[in-house]
């Protein structure tokens, strides 16, 4: 644990001029302020940095817009994408009128989370372990106005460019569709521009573990990032985007973490592992099913219950549900197995340590706001341990062998953000029971997505439209 003293002390001992406080918007997008080194003093970590949040998607009016950006020490680090030496330092927000924190700050949420988990007596820790996919193209154009919408990606890696000739020699080794998991060179393209990634977020204190590539043709892949604790492991994602997306620039290359941008192949998830920890001591492992815990069970039962409320979270786009579509490898189904990963949530095989005992709920996907999402599921499985929700039987059979009276017993995740959104409306007690989040914020969320997102898209006419029905 770093303390402002030491902060300080690195900022004078290594000669360093500008600091950049960064902080997360509404939606989980990083903002960021850059200052000169005088204007940071044992005050900046306690009562914070002054800044205008009128402009902050979902946050303040102007006639209210004075906010304060409160340094935490424990996450300086040396930027790697700035040319003049700069100490980049998360902050969460405060209200400087009453001293508060802001209820609409997503760390400030995610550390209230942590703080519900501590009062309830049920643990005092929460481990969050994030697998974020994304795919790097070369090539990405869009556009919407009143008279033509399109959008184009493209990857020399993509499947479709195996006739292309603007290659200057078609090489010919493309990734065919659903099978890019794990090819050698000279298939995978990406393999140095990977472990640049994975070593740059490393320098950034990212606990790091690995890196590949993932199963879509056209560039997609994964690094693995250690499991942390909840709000600590939302500020390692953070980082690990803004380290991916900036590594590609490098080498002219683009990324996305969007869930599905191309058709017909696999898209771009989340898988979230978690569990809970008292004294140091792991509460998940047990002698019930996949060598879980009561509590565990209990704690799976919480996320099955209010999954399709959480999903207004975790999956919190219109692009998000292009990729939660029943019949293919989805997690859609609102069930739990130990080896069924069409199932929502996955125990994972992890020997007989119990301290690798673990749950993965499979439906997230990185346009979450990690600070939100994760908050979100911990206070779902904390409503399922204290009214001790039964997750029912496992999913450990092959759905596709189901017949449709059987599969119409499976529960399923909603089909459409607007769907997402309406069961957050009816069913958030459980996230403000603990004063987590609170009435203003799911009231301002549902209205943000619905005014931004879903109504926007539905006022506009998409380009397979016109293949369906120009000619009626």
Not at 283 to 299: C, T
Request: with cysteine; proline share 7%.
């Amino acid at each position: 644990m770093a303390t402002p003293q030491e902060v300080l002390s690195m900022i004078k001992d290594q000669g360093i001029k500008l600091i950049d406080l960064k902080f997360v918007d509404l939606p989980g997008i990083w903002q960021h302020l850059t200052v000169y080194e005088n204007q940071i003093d044992e005050s900046s970590f306690t009562e914070g940095v002054p800044f205008d949040g009128s402009s902050i998607r979902g946050w303040k009016a102007i006639n209210e817009s004075d906010m304060s950006m409160v340094l935490d020490p424990n996450t300086a680090w040396i930027d790697p994408f700035m040319a003049e030496p700069t100490l980049s330092i998360i902050c969460s927000i405060k209200e400087p009128r009453t001293g508060e924190w802001y209820a609409r700050c997503p760390r400030v949420i995610a550390q209230k989370a942590v703080d519900y988990l501590s009062a309830s007596g049920i643990g005092d820790t929460a481990f969050f372990g994030p697998e974020a996919e994304f795919f790097i193209f070369d090539d990405v154009r869009f556009d919407q106005n009143q008279h033509e919408g399109y959008y184009h990606v493209d990857s020399i890696e993509g499947r479709w460019n195996t006739g292309r000739k603007e290659e200057g020699g078609n090489l010919g080794y493309k990734p065919r569709y659903k099978e890019g998991y794990f090819p050698v060179a000279p298939t995978d393209t990406s393999q140095d521009m990977r472990s640049e990634m994975l070593l740059t977020m490393a320098n950034c204190n990212v606990p790091i573990e690995k890196h590949h590539h993932e199963v879509a043709s056209g560039g997609q892949c994964e690094l693995g990032i250690r499991f942390d604790t909840l709000v600590q492991s939302a500020d390692n994602l953070m980082i690990y985007k803004y380290c991916i997306k900036n590594v590609a620039r490098r080498w002219g290359k683009t990324v996305t973490f969007m869930p599905k941008p191309v058709f017909s192949d696999n898209g771009s998830g989340m898988h979230t592992h978690q569990s809970i920890w008292k004294g140091g001591q792991p509460l998940m492992a047990g002698d019930g099913y996949a060598g879980l815990s009561q509590l565990g069970l209990w704690y799976i039962g919480g996320i099955l219950k209010h999954a399709p409320a959480l999903l207004a979270f975790t999956n919190p786009t219109t692009n998000s549900y292009k990729r939660l579509v029943p019949g293919f490898e989805a997690p859609v189904n609102l069930a739990y197995s130990q080896g069924n990963r069409s199932a929502s949530v996955r125990i994972p095989l992890s020997g007989t340590n119990p301290k690798a005992k673990r749950l993965e709920f499979r439906c997230p996907d990185a346009t979450s706001n990690p600070y939100m999402a994760f908050a979100a599921m911990l206070c779902a499985g904390i409503d399922g341990i204290k009214n001790q929700i039964d997750p029912g039987s496992p999913l450990d059979v092959d759905i596709y062998e189901l017949s449709p009276e059987e599969l119409a017993k499976v529960p399923s995740t909603p089909g459409s953000l607007e769907d997402a959104l309406e069961c957050l409306e009816k069913d958030h007690d459980f996230l403000t029971v603990g004063g987590v989040f609170t009435e203003d914020l799911i009231d301002t969320w549902i209205q943000y997505k619905l005014d931004n997102e879903v109504n926007p898209m539905r006022l506009r006419p998409h380009p397979y439209e016109f293949a369906l029905y120009y000619d009626c």
